[in-house]
């Protein structure tokens, strides 16, 4: 059995380990609010890239353009977002788990795939896989900004335009509620018409594009596809951080269980030592007599 000196380090070491978790804990909660006003503030922009979109589609009868080119996908690209820590429950092994059956997925059509990482996570995971990372990025997931989107954005259109990849998905966490999160995967290349038949303004017709309808798609395209990655990008950060405010919760509960667990141990050692002092002190005194 334990001795009592032993019984207080342990105690007094949960409780240092308890003061972390609860501390990290309130830093998560905050985070958490500031990942969702950023995420609030992403969508007009996503919306207004889209109405764009949607409205040169309208008015072009013979609509035709590479980011809507209907290809026999070959080589596909998968950018899979993570953290670039830990202690965050089973957040990114969930989206990296999902990553992973998408790649399959493909992989058993006769599709080559390759994987672009954010997050020391999901680089890791895919590492120890043996997949073929084409590039990673660490240092945005958990405070992404437009810059970082499109960043990412500019690295993988060269690739597709050249035809080097054939079409990007991407694989994120959806942020629902603090407690409600789940891994999703999207295809953001090719482009489908149907996708924006319903957000084309009704008097599109009267709108002139300068210098004409298909360089402004070039310009607004890519900003199009950086918008969908910060979007994916911010509500995998805010999952991210309701993920690890759950598991410090989690963490401390835990830590307060052990806490009154030890103190219950330490209080019977010390009843223990008491009355054996006692019965040392009575068998003296009865010796004397």
Do not use: W
Not at 55 to 72: A, G, L, P, T
Not at 111 to 139: A, P
Not at 246 to 275: C, F, P, W
């Amino acid at each position: 059995m334990a001795t009592m000196r032993e019984i207080k380090g342990r105690i007094r070491s949960v409780s240092s380990t308890k003061k972390t978790t609860k501390a990290m804990n309130l830093v998560s909660s905050s985070k958490l609010a500031r990942a969702k006003a950023k995420l609030v503030k992403s969508t007009p922009f996503f919306d207004q890239m889209r109405r764009i979109i949607a409205n040169i589609i309208s008015v072009n009868e013979d609509f035709d353009h590479i980011y809507f080119e209907k290809r026999i996908a070959k080589r596909s690209l998968i950018i899979v977002i993570a953290n670039d820590r830990g202690l965050c429950g089973g957040y990114n092994n969930n989206i990296c788990k999902l990553a992973a059956e998408v790649a399959d997925d493909l992989t058993a059509n006769g599709k080559e795939v390759s994987f672009f990482c954010i997050g020391n996570k999901s680089r890791d995971f895919f590492r120890r896989r043996g997949d073929y990372i084409l590039d990673s990025q660490n240092g945005i997931s958990e405070n992404p900004f437009h810059e970082d989107a499109q960043e990412i954005i500019d690295k993988i259109l060269p690739l597709y335009l050249n035809g080097r990849v054939d079409e990007v998905h991407i694989c994120f966490t959806e942020f629902v509620s603090a407690i409600t999160y789940a891994p999703q995967s999207i295809k953001i290349l090719p482009l489908y018409e149907a996708d924006f038949a319903d957000a084309a303004e009704t008097d599109a017709r009267l709108i002139k594009f300068e210098p004409s309808p298909y360089e402004v798609l070039d310009y607004v395209v890519p900003k199009y596809l950086a918008s969908i990655t910060l979007e994916a990008l911010s509500t995998s950060a805010a999952a991210g951080q309701a993920a690890t405010m759950t598991a410090m919760d989690s963490a401390t509960e835990n830590a307060g269980n052990i806490i009154d667990n030890l103190n219950l141990v330490y209080n019977r050692a010390r009843q223990a030592a008491i009355t054996q002092e006692i019965s040392e002190i009575v068998g003296g005194a009865n010796a004397l007599q």
